[in-house]
C-alpha cells in the first residue's frame, strides 16, 4: 500500500511532488482551499520557502492563513530553506513563530530543500495513514455563508463541476435533487456539460456503492 497524499495544484510545478512520486506516494491533484499538502482528516501541511515565509509576516498573510490551518486538528506549517530576510527584523521573525505555536497551536518544521520536505510529507504520511490508521481526507472546505453556499458545495462535489458550472446547475434545476434525477439530455442542456460529463456524473449518482 501507498500513502495517499491530496496535493494542490498550485504545487504541482515546485517540485515537492516528484519526489513524493519516487518516495512512493500516490498522488491526488486538487484545488485545495486550505493548505497545500492534505494527509489525513486531521493532518494539513502549508509549505513556504524561508522567501514567502517572511514575506508572510510583513502582509500579515501568514496570520490569515494560520487561522485556516487551525481548521484541522493537527495543523503543520513546513518552512523551506534559509534565505535573507531583507527588513525583517529576528524580533519579527521569532514573534510570529511564537504566536504560530501559542496562539494558533500550528508545528513548524524546518528543512534544508525540496527533497528533505518531500521525505517529510512521505513519511508524516505514513505514519498517520498506517501507524495511526487515520483516513485519508476527501473534501476539505471554508465554511459555507449560506445555505446556497452549502448548495454550490454539495453539487461541486459531481465529477467535472466546479463551482461555477454548480451554480449553473442550480440555476437550471433549481434544487440539487433535481439535479441527482435529471436525465442525461436534460444535463447536457446545461453550458459546459457535454456527452462525456454527462455520463460521468450519472455514473457517479447511479453506481451501487461497493
Known amino acids: 500500500m501507498r500513502p495517499v497524499v491530496r496535493v494542490d495544484k498550485r504545487e504541482l510545478r515546485s517540485g515537492i511532488v516528484d519526489y513524493l512520486r519516487n518516495f512512493g506516494c500516490e498522488i491526488k491533484e486538487e484545488a485545495l482551499e486550505i493548505g497545500d499538502y492534505l494527509l489525513s482528516e486531521r493532518v494539513v501541511i502549508e509549505r513556504k520557502s524561508f522567501g514567502d515565509f517572511a514575506s508572510s509576516i510583513k502582509d500579515l498573510r501568514l496570520f490569515k492563513q494560520a487561522k485556516e490551518l487551525t481548521k484541522f486538528e493537527k495543523p503543520i506549517l513546513l518552512i523551506e530553506g534559509f534565505e535573507y530576510m531583507g527588513n525583517l527584523s529576528e524580533s519579527s521573525l521569532l514573534g510570529a513563530l511564537s504566536s504560530l505555536i501559542l496562539d494558533y497551536n500550528i508545528s513548524t518544521i524546518?528543512?534544508?530543500?525540496?527533497?528533505?520536505?518531500?521525505?517529510?510529507?512521505?513519511?508524516?504520511?505514513?505514519?498517520?495513514?498506517?501507524?495511526?490508521?487515520?483516513?485519508?481526507?476527501?473534501?476539505?472546505?471554508?465554511k459555507p455563508l449560506s445555505l446556497e453556499e452549502?448548495?454550490?458545495?454539495?453539487?461541486?462535489?459531481?465529477p467535472y463541476v466546479n463551482s461555477?458550472?454548480?451554480?449553473?446547475?442550480?440555476?437550471?434545476?433549481?434544487?440539487?435533487?433535481?439535479?441527482?434525477?435529471a436525465k442525461k439530455e436534460e444535463?447536457?442542456?446545461?453550458?459546459?456539460?457535454?456527452?462525456?460529463?454527462?455520463?460521468?456524473i450519472l455514473e457517479v449518482l447511479k453506481t451501487k456503492f461497493a
Open 150 to 158: 452549502e448548495q454550490k458545495y454539495l453539487v461541486a462535489g459531481l
Open 187 to 200: 444535463l447536457m442542456e446545461v453550458e459546459k456539460i457535454g456527452e462525456k460529463k454527462a455520463n460521468k
Open 110 to 142: 524546518w528543512t534544508k530543500n525540496k527533497r528533505e520536505s518531500a521525505n517529510f510529507i512521505f513519511l508524516t504520511a505514513k505514519r498517520e495513514q498506517f501507524k495511526n490508521k487515520r483516513n485519508e481526507v476527501i473534501r476539505v472546505r471554508k
Open 164 to 181: 461555477v458550472l454548480a451554480e449553473r446547475l442550480l440555476k437550471k434545476f433549481g434544487s440539487p435533487i433535481r439535479i441527482f434525477n
